[in-house]
């Protein structure tokens, strides 16, 4: 070929080349500004033999603005890097339907670089690309939707007055808060609530004045319950509670008086001073119902009695609960005074040692002096203090108060005794006790080997290696430990040998009978033989006659508590009896049967 024709031809050739190449250019000039100026983000990456996506290969200027990150920055992310743990989990999911089916529209949350989320919705397609798959997502940001969702979802299930949850939320939440009780045999109560002489406010001061009053009490309402509580209006006057995992009747009867109170302040509304008050019925799940139809139904029931009995009160559905429910709340209220007001005092009950015939110990027992209602038994208000959870601060006070009098006993020169005190279930489990006893002791004065703690089997039953540790703290700070009631509760005898026990105690309720009953005689003597052997003491409480005595003697218990000896004295008649055996031996007692107190 001449060369003047090959030279046309190449530069024909170079000049196709480039217009080509300028074509090409173009066209992923074409697609790059398509790609950077479409409305939504897109991200491209690689899917890995094991179905996992890589780090993005390639983001659109629209991810990187929306999300806040630079080009290159966004490129060394994957994609669970930029949303929140919910959409992390839903992709695992949704990536197996997209392998499969190629492609796949997904809901779910990005999260921005300065941490805002963006709900957005995912378009996805899988594409073969240079022998691997890559799969191209594109975002669409649907926050103005979901806004406007919510806003609709919030107005179909909120009271517009008040944005209360209203009637049909209500009953929703009912039913799942229903599910989950009886799933977890919980109980679960109801509350219907009425304002009392409300009509005569919304008609003499007008709707507007009514509104403001119902807006106000929702208000107060709301603030005298958890967040996990349900309160609702169900229309009018008429609002209605759900209080999940209600323990006792008490906790729900005092919930009820709460909101009683809370609406007795007056309301401030358009320059008038307005009082109302409320009516207040109760149901629970599962003894007055188990659909919530019927719990409400009976709530209002309850209610309307409420309003009989002459309104501002509460009464439960079941009506034999209700005097025993305002005993226990008024009783509640009582004790908290009580511990305020100083009504509450320690009796000690002598023990005595078997071998020597002398008092080596004191129990304390706390007794509650009412005004009124005279002396208290601990029976009555120690579970009262739990529940309440005064047991913190009134086992606190017992603690002191018995190691306070121990060591002042020892300071006016009688012989050093133990005094033991009694720690309840909750009190163990509840409070910060090693610093308890350990305070008591500092500011007391009192040296630990002249304090023993009284347990009871549930304690030691309940969490065992929780316990064990308490219990070595305990002992490590030179406190002596002993079982309460022991052979009433738990049987369980296997970890007595677990446990840095000094002494174990019998249980009045065997030893009453250990001369008429053969079981009991044969249990007291089992358990003696049993502590003895794992090297502990044993004392038996509730000794009250001298056949009792004979017995525990000759069965080897080491020491005794009960009326043939003393009933439990004020700390002053306790003081007295010292004095008075301070030289003598209580032996004359054990041989003759005399009792004192
Ligand atoms: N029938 C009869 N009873 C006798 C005799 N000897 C002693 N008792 C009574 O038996 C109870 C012994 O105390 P407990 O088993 O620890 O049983 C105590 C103890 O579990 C609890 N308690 C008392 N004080 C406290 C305290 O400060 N804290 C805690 N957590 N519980 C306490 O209340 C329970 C009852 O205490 P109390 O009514 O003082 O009743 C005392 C005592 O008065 C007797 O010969 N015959």
Redesign the pocket.
Known sequence: MPAIERELREAEERRARRQAEEALREREEKYRLLFNNAYDAIFLNAVGEDGSLSNFLEVNDVACQRMGYGREELLGKQPCDVVDEESAQKMMGVMRELLRQGHTTFEMTLTSKGGMRIPVEISAHVFPLGGSRVVLSIARDITERKRAEEIIWHQAYHDALTGLPNRVLFKDRLEQALAYAHRHQQMLSVIFLDLDRFKTINDTLGHSVGDQLLQAVAYRLTKCVREEDTVARMGGDEFTLILPEVTHVEDAAKIAQKLIDALKPPFYIDGYELYTSTSIGIAFYPTDGEEPETLLKNADTAMYRAKDQGRNNFQLYAAEMNSLSFERLALGNMLRKALDQEELLVHY?PQVDLDSGEIFGM????RWQHPELGLI???QF?SLAEETGLIGAL?EW?LRTACAQNKAWQLAGMPPLRVA????AR?FKHTPLIDTVAHVLEDTGLDPQYLEL?LTESIVAENVEATITTLRDLKAMGVQLSI??FGTGYSSLSYLKRFPLDMLKID?SFVHHINTDADDAAIVTAVITLAHSLKLKVIA????TEEQLTFLRAQRCDKV????FSK?LTAEEFGKLLHKKKEERWDGLLTKGVSYG
């Not at 005190?421 to 309840?424: I, T």
């Not at 508590?561 to 043939?564: A, D, W």
């Open positions: 009950q129990e304390a027992l706390v038994s601990p029976l120690i086992g017992v005190v009694n720690l309840s009190q009284e309460d009631d009045q409480e509730g000794v009250q508590q009960g009326n043939l439990p």
